[in-house]
């Protein structure tokens, strides 16, 4: 009976596996059609959260600190993030490249909203397929990218529902979330922008996102 039983968790568990392996391939190519340049599955032991990165919004204080309910102080940080990192199975990472230019003209805006929007969209999919406890992270203030024509945020200024809720994200920055480590785990080079003028800049600049598939 032992024999046996052992026999069909060995079966279970092995379709689970296929059927797991099989989301994730569905998630990173649907990341792709969502407008990604690239996407692909890591472990969740290739995060790594570290409470100095998060430290940095405070000081020295980003400019979108306290601004929205997607930045610090409105988060639960790096512990936030590992707690989560607990109860889910498996972690999708997402990058698109673009030219420098765009990442420091106006357009920037539009780059950082289509960064948060794949990330909704890889974490519905995610949740469409079984996977309720999903969530997505991404990079920027959705403060700056969403409401920067809206004095306030909503959620922090009335306690109502963002305005936004289907695409924003929460920044990655706040919880911690080393990017660097984490682009190397997706076998990626990542390539900073810095400002006009710099002789350091380069042609192309990434921005990136992640989802916690749980």
């Not at 032992?2 to 689970?16: P, T």
């Amino acid at each position: 009976m032992f024999e046996k039983d052992l026999g069909e968790n060995v079966v279970e568990m092995n379709a689970i596996k296929q059927t797991s392996d099989g989301v994730l391939r569905e998630l990173v190519e649907s990341a792709r059609r969502f407008g990604a340049s690239d996407a692909t599955a890591v472990s969740i032991t290739d995060i790594s959260v570290e409470d100095a990165l998060a430290n940095l919004c405070r000081e020295p204080q980003c400019e979108n600190y306290g601004l929205s309910a997607g930045c610090p102080p409105n988060v639960s940080g790096p512990s936030g993030f590992r707690e989560l990192l607990k109860t889910v199975e498996h972690v999708v990472v997402f990058k698109i490249d673009v030219p420098s230019e765009i990442l420091l003209s106006n357009e920037r805006r539009d780059i950082f909203r289509l960064l948060h929007e794949v990330a909704a969209a890889i974490e519905q999919a995610a949740i469409d397929r079984g996977y309720p406890n999903s969530k997505a992270f991404a990079g920027g203030s959705c403060k700056q990218i969403f409401c920067y024509n809206h004095p306030l945020c909503r959620v922090l200024a009335k306690g109502g529902q963002c305005r936004n809720f289907r695409l924003a994200r929460p920044s990655m920055s706040g919880f911690g979330i080393n990017v660097s480590k984490l682009m190397k785990a997706a076998g990626w080079t990542l390539n900073w922008t810095t400002r006009a003028g710099d002789e350091n800049t380069i042609s192309t600049g990434t921005v990136c996102g992640l989802v916690v598939i749980g």
